[in-house]
């Protein structure tokens, strides 16, 4: 079965950076778009970035020029380069997958269970 885990979450100071990881199995990952979404407390999951199977790459606006999201096809891994960290941007973190770009949660079929990032101010 489809299998996201994502790592590298964890607690940083504001202005700081944290690399996010998400390793896939179970799929033909150099098929798949994969995406990167947050989850801030009492709020919905919000798109954070999305990367196509030939590398394009789109950012909420929040994330524009502070993240740059990543894939290795060799390694089935996804990343999220995260610089210049915000309290703003604590959330839960987590990656997604799908056949054909979309940009909203509802779209993605698998999930990964989510990693806490955490910016103290």
């Known amino acids: 079965q489809v299998q996201l885990v994502e790592s590298g979450g964890g607690l940083v100071q504001a202005g700081g950076s944290l690399r996010l990881s998400c390793a896939a199995s179970?799929?033909?990952?150099?098929?798949?778009?994969m995406a990167w979404f947050q989850q801030a407390p009492g709020k919905g999951r919000e798109f954070v970035a999305v990367?196509?199977?030939?590398?394009?790459?789109t950012y909420a606006d929040s994330v524009k020029g502070r993240f740059t999201i990543s894939r290795d096809d060799a390694k089935n891994t996804v990343y999220l380069e995260m610089n210049r960290l915000k309290p703003e941007d604590t959330a839960v973190y987590s990656c997604?997958?799908?056949?054909?770009?979309?940009?909203?949660?509802?779209?993605?079929?698998?999930w990964g269970q989510g990693i806490q990032v955490t910016v103290s101010s």
């Open positions: 997604a997958a799908r056949i054909g770009l979309a940009y909203t949660s509802n779209m993605y079929r698998y």
């Open positions: 179970g799929l033909t990952f150099g098929a798949y778009v």
């Open positions: 990367i196509t199977k030939s590398g394009s790459t």
